[in-house]
Nanobody
Framework: VQLQASGGGLVQAGGSLRLSCAAS????????MGWFRQAPGKERDFVAA????????DYSDSVRGRFTISRDNAKNTMNLYMNSLKSEDTAVYYC?????????????????WGQGTQVTVSS
């Protein structure tokens, strides 16, 4: 699976952004999908994940209630809608795909990664 993340940018605190991840290659619907983020000097952290069917989602405590993950298997795309952005959301955001049997809140549960897209929130 090849993944291409897009949609990052500069936004003021309290604003919104939508990140997109386009997939190509193997059957998109055969994988769970996730978003992770990495700030300078920090580890890559879990943000949100969605099951292969889209029926189940997970969020980190820091984004729950502000971010929404979705996928469209017919279009091979996944989105992350980010609202009420805070300065601490500033990071490079990565989309990822992993086998359905793996732990989707764990970075080790993913074998395919996109190139990352920068999100900068100014306070």
């Amino acid at each position: 699976v090849q993944l291409q993340a897009s949609g990052g940018g500069l936004v003021q605190a309290g604003g919104s952004l939508r990140l997109s991840c386009a997939a190509s290659g193997r059957t998109f619907g055969g994988y769970h999908m996730g978003w992770f983020r990495q700030a300078p000097g920090k580890e890559r952290d879990f943000v949100a994940a969605i099951s292969w069917s889209g029926s189940s989602t997970d969020y980190s405590d820091s984004v729950r209630g502000r971010f929404t993950i979705s996928r469209d298997n017919a279009k091979n795309t996944m989105n992350l809608y980010m609202n009420s952005l805070k300065s601490e959301d500033t990071a490079v955001y990565y989309c990822a795909a992993g086998p359905i049997w793996a732990q989707r809140m764990d970075v080790m549960g993913y074998g395919y990664w996109g190139q990352g897209t920068q999100v900068t929130v100014s306070s």
